[in-house]
């Protein structure tokens, strides 16, 4: 007589696979880190001497003797084969540019990047908590009957983080003298940059939380549990926690990049942490702490993406082991009246900027009308040149909104395709995940120069991994639902199983995810512009009008209105596109 394999058994070849996953990708993603100076057609050193001392004009002999100090003609491998072997030894190598020991520096700034990103953390989990607190408090009455679209936590999604930082600094920082403004010298020092990266991720989390909770409370547990009259709080909290393991996917990319990804902020209020030491040191092409550092991200990212699968599989509990789930299907609510008039009002604003924008000339330098404020003639103002920003955001509005446009469809199909592949997919997520934005900017950069197209592929390299993480989440709970074991038990294939169920267990929600992700897209390309690696001048593009004018916010903070505001409008229509998909119209009552 045969009997069923175990659990454990049956988990054993999914973990070495994983295994497999992660190992494969931090080689491959170290490697590509070490083939930064190779890749970047800049002599390397070069570069390492002029970070050293600043000389413009370097001799043939001085490039020589650094190129055998550091031993740049053996090529990038036998450096990676040096550095793994001290790294055994619990060395990581002397830093090209100081000198100075690597392994102190990088356990720095990591302590001040894990600091700050526990602040920011706990910012993002009570922004997420007061997103969908109606939601949960409805829930628990039996009165969700109605769907709003989320346009204050959109709003908050679509504030860029170093925008917001600049503001904090310059508001709580400098006017009011609140907190320190610059410097990492005590817990007063963490809030202000703490804020600037939790507000917009706690938005973008409790934005898709406050998504997947009416599902929870349309499940048969919860209809018997108010039959039963079980008080509303217990329904309210199993609600979430069964909406929870969904979401809790996303905020592997969301810690990683509150540590590697947060370099603008760390710039703007200067604060040594790990993001800005791997910038500076791929800026001057020094491979011992950028490695390190890179090192150091993805032992983050794995150590976190275990800890987020463990408090997953604790709260779906036994029933995602015995396949018992029960199938997540959303309720039809009613749209609100408002929702309408939200759609209509952003996306005629929206066009009538770029069209009002289309019709001047975006170009047109005018050193006598700088930093004007807005007026007749200048709408939304002119820039440090005299520029009109009204024409530059027209003109750069179909840039950006189509390259976001374009990454996050592809983010999302390779996001599909890898998390379809969950034994594999895994550890391949966790890792790549840990890769900042702008790392992969650099390394794209190296190769196609600073441009919109180095800038969309470096966006692209990172951006599909959300969504593999939730399409990962959301088969393996598919495949422990009845309803799929039934249709096996009645001799489904794996093609049937795919088109008939997993496939419209996952794309509306992936789809939702990419549609609240698409003003993150162009935040993100927005970062990459404003580090000057994406578009160069004098194209308007929206990241590159932001980073141009940051300087000026506090001089002339119309100069950023504009933009910032255009990425909100873009931001609460997408959210807003989302909810009239997900809701029924009103029907009138029966006479």
């Not at 409370?217 to 039963?228: K, L, M, S, V």
């Not at 391949?428 to 992969?440: D, G, I, K, N, Y």
Request: contains cysteine; aromatic residues 4%.
């Amino acid at each position: 007589m045969s009997t069923m394999p175990s659990a454990g058994a049956r988990s054993r070849p999914t973990r070495w696979r994983a295994g497999a996953g992660r190992v494969t990708a931090a080689t491959a993603l170290l490697t590509a880190v070490a083939f930064l100076p190779w890749l970047s057609g800049v002599d390397p050193a070069l570069t390492v001497l002029r970070a050293r001392s600043a000389d413009q004009d370097p001799t043939p002999a001085q490039l020589t003797a650094v190129r055998e100090q550091l031993g740049l003609d053996e090529g990038p491998f036998a450096h990676i084969g040096r550095w793994a072997a001290g790294l055994a030894r619990g060395d990581a190598g002397t830093s090209w540019v100081s000198g100075e020991p690597v392994l102190p520096q990088v356990t720095t700034a990591l302590a001040v990047s894990v600091t700050l990103m526990l602040g920011a953390f706990a910012v993002t989990v009570v922004v997420a908590a007061l997103v969908c607190a109606r939601t949960l408090r409805l829930g628990a009455r039996r009165d969700l009957r109605s769907k709003r679209a989320g346009t204050g936590a959109a709003v908050l999604a679509a504030l860029p983080k170093f925008l917001l930082a600049s503001l904090l600094a310059t508001v709580c920082g400098v006017w009011l003298g609140w907190f320190p403004s610059q410097g990492w010298e005590g817990p007063r020092s963490m809030v202000l940059p703490a804020l600037a990266l939790g507000v917009p991720s706690g938005a973008m989390i409790g934005g898709l939380l406050d998504q997947s909770l009416p599902a929870a409370f349309n499940e048969p547990w919860a209809r018997t549990w108010r039959a039963a009259g079980l008080r509303g709080g217990r329904i309210a909290r199993t609600a979430l926690r069964r909406a929870l393991a969904g979401v809790l996917p996303q905020l592997l990319p969301t810690v990683v990049a509150l540590v590697g990804g947060a370099v603008a902020v760390e710039r703007i209020f200067n604060i040594p942490g790990l993001g800005r030491l791997a910038l500076d040191a791929a800026i001057a092409q020094d491979l011992p702490p950028l490695q390190t550092a890179t090192l150091a991200l993805v032992l983050l990212g794995v150590c976190a993406g275990f800890a987020i699968g463990a408090v997953r599989h604790a709260l779906l509990g036994p029933a995602l082991r015995d396949a018992a789930l029960p199938a997540l299907h959303p309720p039809a609510l009613v749209r609100t009246r408002a929702l309408p008039w939200v759609i209509g009002c952003c996306a005629s604003a929206l066009l009538a900027l770029v069209v009002a924008g289309l019709l001047r000339d975006p170009l047109h330098v005018e050193t006598t009308a700088r930093l004007l404020p807005p007026s007749l003639a200048h709408p939304l103002g002119t820039d440090s040149l005299g520029r009109d920003l009204l024409a530059r955001l027209g003109h750069g509005a179909l840039r950006t909104v189509g390259v976001a446009l374009v990454v996050t469809v592809v983010g999302a199909l390779v996001g599909l395709a890898v998390g379809t592949a969950t034994q594999v997919g895994a550890g391949l997520t966790e890792v790549v995940s840990t890769l900042p934005a702008v790392l992969a900017g650099l390394l794209t950069t190296a190769v196609t120069g600073p441009s919109w197209w180095g800038a969309a592929c470096a966006v692209c390299l990172v951006a599909w991994t959300p969504y593999a993480a939730q399409a990962a989440a959301l088969l393996e709970q598919e495949r422990a639902s009845g309803h799929l074991l039934a249709s096996v038990s009645f001799g489904a294939g794996p093609a049937y199983l795919l088109r008939h169920h997993l496939l419209p267990a996952v794309l509306p929600a992936l789809v939702r995810n990419a549609l609240l992700r698409l003003p993150t897209t162009v935040l993100v390309l927005a970062s990459l512009g404003f580090l000057g690696l994406g578009e160069q001048p004098p194209t308007p593009e929206w990241g590159r009008l932001l980073s141009e004018n940051q300087p000026y916010v506090e001089l002339a903070p119309w100069t950023v209105l504009g933009p910032a505001a255009a990425l909100v409008l873009l931001s609460v229509l997408s959210v807003s596109v989302t909810a009239w998909t997900r809701t029924r119209p009103r029907t009138a009552p029966a006479a």
